[in-house]
């Protein structure tokens, strides 16, 4: 925040005497009130520490404050603070005697809360407008859209505070399901195996672009040029990663109705971009029917990214039917703040589950903290190594569960990225654990 506006530059150079302008600002949220990270957040207890500048030409003396909220969603339960004398062109804050204030646990994220100073001092006395944020989002949040309230949340998999985050779990269905032999710049229609219900509004159809995107629904656009969202000339979407794609290069699209799992997986499958040519990824998408329930009935959806070597003019994010609601999580290399840039693995979870509950960060074992895999993703061998002193058994997974080599290493052991048998493996998604570990670590072998 600024400690002197141009206005106020503008003021002093014709006035003499005191002039107080509102330096930083500083919240102090430690447990068990808060959560220690420097903001108020929906239910918090904490101090705000309010820095005052003199940038006028004589002393300030006996300076004292008086905070009000704009919002009776931030309560200040001690709204008074001394500040002593503030000699020119120094600074005073009120480390010894903060304001304190309580955050209503309804407030949204996001939240602009309007606050008001009121100043007195020896032949002083003036007004401080300015705003604090209440619940700023970071990398670890869900993303909102922008209904008032918020109909859909994306969560990724690095919010783990969130009881709401995925896990990401490949299904791969080039093998079982059907191929779309799409050319550039194509929509096609699927009928579906159940109702799609998405915002409010029910499809028996999706919309499959080569272009990276679905649409519930019928449409026969075939945009290529991504743009944010939203955007009113697009139709109802789910933007996996719509950019300019090209089918042709890569192994097309499939689609497959897991029927068991009670899913419907769209997958690009190595789909290269039209430009640049040499650039490719493979990512899916699965949405859920509706005995995977969700509090407004909308249909669970997971996107999911198995690889992560280009996305530089992507879009990612969903829009809704009317086309003025929607998350934006990516738009050309511009993150939102809370979305975590994409690597290999990466699962996004939209839903209309609020992020009200917090899970509780279940404990690590030492071995599955401290083992580490170099270079993941690999295209070959790869090294993988933890601080073990005893000789120990490393087992590999393919993705259905199935162990396809056992490596003995004492704190280090290579992986070939052959089977049992001396076999290549196919790429995707393995596993490793120790004998005695069930937590799992992901390697992605690339083609």
């Known amino acids: 925040m600024a400690e002197v506006s141009a206005d106020d530059i503008s003021l002093v150079n014709n006035i003499t005497g005191p002039y107080l302008v509102l330096g930083t600002t500083t919240v102090l949220d430690s447990p068990p009130g808060g959560n220690g990270n420097g903001k108020f957040d929906?239910?918090?207890?904490?101090?705000?520490?309010?820095?005052?500048?003199?940038?006028?030409?004589?002393?300030?003396?006996?300076?004292?404050?008086?905070?009000?909220?704009?919002?009776?969603?931030?309560?200040?339960?001690?709204?008074?603070?001394?500040?002593?004398?503030?000699?020119?062109?120094?600074?005073?804050?009120?480390?010894?005697?903060?304001?304190?204030?309580?955050?209503?646990?309804?407030?949204?994220?996001?939240?602009?809360?309007?606050?008001t100073l009121f100043i007195t001092g020896t032949d002083y006395c003036d007004t401080i407008d300015f705003t604090i944020l209440i619940g700023e989002l970071t990398q670890t949040d869900p993303i909102p859209d922008n209904a008032e309230p918020p109909r859909y949340w994306a969560y990724d998999d690095v919010d783990t505070l969130y009881s709401e985050h995925p896990n990401f779990s490949w299904m791969e269905i080039n093998t079982v399901g059907t191929q779309l032999s799409l050319y550039d710049?194509?929509?096609?229609?699927?009928?579906?195996?159940?109702?799609?219900?998405?915002?409010?509004?029910?499809?028996?159809?999706?919309?499959?672009?080569s272009n990276g995107w679905v649409s519930p629904g019928y449409t026969t656009q075939t945009n290529m040029g991504n743009t944010v969202l939203p955007n009113n000339s697009?139709?109802?979407?789910?933007?996996?990663?719509?950019?300019?794609?090209?089918?042709?290069?890569?192994?097309s699209v499939w689609y497959y109705h897991d029927a068991a799992n009670h899913r419907f997986i769209v997958e690009w499958d190595s789909v290269h971009y039209y430009s640049p040519r040499d650039k490719w990824e493979k990512f899916q998408i699965i949405i859920y029917d509706q005995t995977i329930s969700t509090p407004t009935g909308d249909n669970l959806i997971i996107v999911q990214y198995l690889?992560?070597?280009?996305?530089?003019?992507?879009?990612?994010?969903?829009?809704?039917?009317?086309?003025?609601?929607?998350?934006?999580?990516?738009?050309?290399?511009?993150?939102?703040?809370?979305?975590?840039?994409?690597?290999?693995?990466?699962?996004?979870?939209?839903?209309?589950?609020?992020?009200?509950?917090?899970?509780?960060?279940?404990?690590?074992?030492?071995?599955?903290?401290?083992?580490?895999?170099?270079?993941?993703?690999?295209?070959?061998?790869?090294?993988?190594?933890?601080?073990?002193?005893?000789n120990t058994r490393l087992n590999i997974y393919d993705a259905a569960g199935r162990l396809i080599r056992t490596l003995e290493g004492k704190g280090s052991w290579l992986w070939d990225g052959k089977d049992h048998n001396g076999i290549w493996v196919a790429p995707g998604v393995y596993f490793c654990r120790f004998n005695s570990e069930m937590s799992e670590t992901k390697l992605v072998l690339l083609k």
């Open 307 to 390: 690889t992560a070597n280009h996305y530089a003019s992507s879009t990612i994010g969903i829009q809704d039917p009317t086309k003025t609601i929607a998350i934006l999580c990516l738009f050309n290399n511009n993150y939102h703040r809370a979305f975590a840039p994409l690597s290999p693995c990466r699962a996004i979870k939209y839903t209309t589950v609020a992020p009200t509950a917090i899970a509780e960060e279940k404990p690590r074992s030492i071995l599955q903290a401290s083992l580490r895999a170099f270079p993941n993703p690999t295209t070959g061998a790869v090294r993988l190594s933890a601080g073990i002193q005893t």
């Open 42 to 115: 929906p239910g918090e207890t904490g101090s705000l520490v309010v820095a005052l500048r003199n940038v006028g030409t004589q002393t300030a003396g006996d300076v004292n404050a008086l905070l009000r909220s704009g919002d009776t969603r931030f309560v200040l339960t001690d709204s008074t603070a001394n500040y002593g004398s503030i000699p020119a062109c120094s600074t005073r804050a009120n480390e010894t005697n903060p304001f304190v204030a309580a955050v209503d646990p309804s407030i949204p994220k996001e939240t602009r809360v309007p606050l």
């Open 234 to 251: 697009m139709p109802s979407l789910i933007a996996l990663n719509w950019d300019d794609l090209y089918p042709p290069a890569g192994n």
């Open 185 to 209: 710049d194509q929509t096609v229609q699927i009928d579906l195996p159940f109702t799609w219900q998405f915002y409010d509004s029910s499809f028996n159809q999706i919309s499959i672009c």
